[in-house]
Every structure is written in C-alpha cells, then in structure tokens.
C-alpha cells in the first residue's frame, strides 16, 4: 500500500508482538499491506477525501496468509494462555471466542480486499483517533453501531464507515474496523492463500501500478 500510496499509515499488528496472540505471527515476514489493485486504488481515493477533512487512515491489517489464521485458532484453543485478556477479551470467555465468532476458521483478508484500519489526524502526529475500543478488541462494543460507545466515538466510526463505503468498501458490522472492497476482484481461493506477508511475493507489482 505505501507504493500506492505513501500517506496511509501502517502499523501492521501481526507483523509484531503488540496484537492479541502476544507475538509475530505465521506468515507476517515483512509489516507490509498488501491488497489487490482495486483494492489498494479506492483506499487511496478514500484516503484523498479524508485528508481534505483533516483525517487520515492507518492500516492495521490487509492480505493475511491461511497459515496465519490457523495460529489465530490454535492461539484461541490454548485456553491456557491468557497472557492478552485483559488487553483484548476482557469480558468473553476465551473458550468463547470461536463460538462466539470472533476467531474463524477462515478469513475474508485471505483475497486480498479485505483491510482493518482506523482514523488518525495528520496534524496531531498521526495517532488514532477515539474509536471506543481498540482494534481487535473482542467485545461486543466494537460492534460498528454499539449505542455504549461516548460521541466522539460515535462520529469517528460513522465517518470512517461513510468514506469507505463512498469508495466501495463495506464495513463488518461486529468489527468497526473491518471493511472488505466489493465486488472482491479476487474469488475466494481454494484452496486458500497461504503466501507469506512480504514484498517480494507479489513482486511489488500491486503497488507499482497506478
């Protein structure tokens, strides 16, 4: 996404240890977003519009490998490991966590339409603005339309939902974050994606072409 356009920020969770799993995971070589042209082309007109508002996006995930969300299973099925409750599912029942949804087995991200993103304001050094909840924060307050979440949360979410959808993005409404690029210009793969997150594997070639 930087090559498509370098003022979208990216701060690519799984690509670190700061996401709800506690470390790197599977198939994240490089913090890179990676989507599919038509993808990453109405992220950059959503993020044009934005910046004319005094906003901007940051990226938190794009193209995720299937050996990614298995470790996302395996991590939910580790009932023995709570070291991130507190952090991301602080009133669910891990055991829940794949009954309940929060956890699949497979991904929409694995085509390549799908990002997680946020707002920032460029102007106060590119920090998130209020969402009411952080990103993959397994609650149901991160439900899009959650009535619980203060104003400023509130108008932050609509606006993001709104400029997205103004370029074709529709928003998963359990997860305000979450959008896919419809119609997706990669049909579901089977078997699914599994190529790691880094540059060279699709040869920079999403990016370069504008």
Not at 57 to 69: E, I, T
Not at 152 to 165: N, T, Y
């Amino acid at each position: 996404m930087r090559f498509v356009d370098a003022s979208v920020g990216q701060d690519m969770r799984y690509a670190g240890g700061r996401n709800f799993t506690g470390a790197v995971v599977d198939g994240y070589d490089e913090a890179e977003c990676l989507l599919a042209r038509p993808a990453a082309l109405a992220l950059r007109r959503a993020q044009q519009g934005l910046l004319r508002r005094g906003y901007g996006l940051l990226v938190y995930d794009c193209y995720r490998p299937q050996r990614a969300v298995d470790r996302f299973v395996r991590w939910a099925r580790d009932l023995a490991d709570q070291r991130t409750k507190e952090s991301y599912y602080p009133h669910v029942d891990k055991s829940l966590l794949i009954p309940h949804g929060y956890i699949a087995e497979r991904s929409g991200h694995n085509r390549g339409s799908t990002v997680d993103v946020t707002l920032v304001r460029p102007a106060a050094g590119r920090r998130p603005v209020d969402m009411g909840t952080p990103f993959d924060f397994f609650d149901p307050l991160s439900h899009t339309d959650d009535p619980r979440v203060g104003p400023g949360a509130a108008r932050h979410r609509r606006l993001l939902r709104e400029s997205l959808a103004a370029e074709g993005f529709v928003n998963l409404p359990e997860e305000w974050w979450h959008f896919t690029y419809r119609p997706e210009p990669i049909p579901a793969p089977s078997p699914p994606f599994d190529f790691p997150v880094r540059l060279a594997s699709v040869g920079i070639g999403i990016a370069r072409n504008r």
